[in-house]
């Protein structure tokens, strides 16, 4: 169904899976209503003007003519002006203001068509003059009108009923020329029972298939919601593994950010401090989502098991490879970068398993630490490299994930390491917050209005 299609692009997902199928058989009802009875309201229009003309200009005519044609005047000019304004609003689907308060007749449309239809009717039947059959044109007429018109059974019984009682009180007040108005009635009564059959059965079917369908949809957004809120927590569960704030040590400043490019990323920091030492963690996942998320919680973990084993930063890369390697039947890889800094000794130890470059600034130069080694989970027997160095106060440990050299910007060029390098050279003196910020506005600035397609990840370490 077209309009079904239209009509829900127009909604949100949340909004799909919350309307029932009686919400919407009464909206594609309504839709329908409003398009043919604003048709039905211009032409009874027409007929109002050309029967108050009538009785007004007329010559000997009855005198409850006039005032019913004025009356059905006022009536009919009321009844265009509201159901026109409500289809044009329906067809601009929010484009157009309408200047009439309609909102007081959508809110709750079919009592006021039955309303405007039965109206209508009763001023058209009694619209003759005494012991004249002019009303049983429209006792045969107006019955097939109401075919398009989409009702529930019992709406439509009513209102074809309600048909027939006021034929029978026109006849009443104003009387026929035939002695026997029985068979009239009958044939009345024949075309009243052989529409309303239609029009329900049109009704039904309209409404079969609008449920078909709508369920259809409301379970595929059913599904999405379902999806979303299970990559919502799952994005909670991984920010809760992610520190909430930094360490406060006397004698190093850290800091660290991760961005991830969807609901779920594969990027991980952390801290883990021992004493006179702390080691700088930083990990990314292949991928990001659901999966990456999965073994980034196992990485998490492996590096909480084994955080006393972590003044042997490579051997505990060698250890997380094993077991990153057997959390998924599936092939997944991670890269992880340990930078331990030892106050007592003085000395850093930065291991690597296939992470990218540790940006170090020492005495104000700036050095790239590359160590090459395949990224944990690999089942091929290697050794994780790792090195050490000197440190003093002052000195910039900089540890990130891929997403911030391959950051692109409109133009589909990367940021590449030499600006990062640039910007952390830039910065002597600076705070690790400062520094950290600095780098992801940076990035930011770079990419300009380009979607961001990896996870970002900063981990900034300042010896003061």
């Not at 659901?290 to 909480?304: D, E, H, K, P």
Request: with cysteine.
């Amino acid at each position: 169904m077209l309009w079904l299609r239209k009509f829900s692009d127009t909604l949100t997902v949340d909004q799909i899976a919350s309307l029932s199928d009686g919400d919407m058989v009464r909206r594609r009802f309504d839709t329908g209503n409003i398009r043919w009875v604003g048709a039905l309201s211009v032409l009874a229009l027409l007929v109002a003007l050309i029967q108050m003309l009538t009785s007004l200009l007329g010559k000997e005519m009855e005198g409850h003519l006039p005032p019913l044609g004025v009356a059905h005047f006022v009536v009919a000019a009321a009844g265009a002006a509201f159901f026109t304004q409500l289809a044009l609003a329906e067809r601009r689907r929010g484009t157009w203001k309408p200047q009439l308060p309609v909102h007081v007749m959508a809110r709750n449309l079919t009592p006021w068509v039955i309303a405007f239809l039965l109206v209508e009717f009763s001023f058209l039947t009694f619209f003759h003059e005494r012991n004249s059959d002019a009303w049983m044109v429209w006792a045969m007429l107006f019955p097939w009108l109401l075919i398009p018109v989409r009702l529930d059974v019992s709406r439509r019984l009513a209102l074809h009923i309600s048909l027939i009682v006021v034929v029978f009180i026109s006849v009443l007040v104003l009387g026929t020329r035939e002695p026997n108005p029985l068979p009239g009635y009958a044939g009345v009564t024949f075309i009243s029972s052989i529409t309303f059959l239609i029009g329900a059965m049109t009704s039904r079917r309209i409404r079969r298939d609008t449920v078909e369908e709508w369920s259809e949809r409301r379970k595929h957004a059913r599904e999405q919601l379902r999806m979303r809120e299970e990559l919502q927590y799952a994005r909670e569960v991984q920010l809760s593994m992610l520190p909430e704030t930094s360490p406060v040590i006397e004698w190093v400043e850290v800091a660290g950010t991760s961005l991830p490019a969807t609901e779920v990323g594969g990027d991980y920091y952390d801290y883990f401090v021992e004493g006179g030492a702390i080691a700088v963690v930083c990990g990314d996942v292949a991928g990001h989502g659901l999966a990456s998320a999965i073994v980034l919680a196992s990485l998490r973990g492996g590096f909480m098991l084994l955080r006393d084993s972590l003044h042997d930063p490579a051997s505990v890369l060698q250890r997380l490879n094993d077991l990153v390697a057997q959390t998924s039947r599936r092939r997944m890889l991670a890269t992880a970068a340990v930078v331990r800094l030892d106050r007592a000794a003085g000395r850093a130890i930065i291991a690597s398993a296939g992470h990218p470059p540790v940006i170090v600034r020492r005495s104000g130069a700036i050095e790239t630490i590359e160590l090459f080694a395949p990224p944990l989970g690999v089942r091929l027997p290697y050794r994780v490299p790792s090195r050490e160095m000197t440190f003093a106060r002052g000195d910039l440990f900089v540890l990130h994930s891929d997403g911030v050299y391959e950051s692109q910007n409109a133009a589909g060029e990367a940021y590449g390491l030499e600006r990062l390098a640039s910007i952390v050279s830039s910065l002597d003196g600076a705070s690790a917050a400062a520094v950290r910020d600095a780098i992801i506005r940076d990035i930011e600035a770079f990419r300009g209005g380009s979607v961001q397609q990896d996870d970002v990840t900063v981990v900034v370490a300042r010896v003061v």
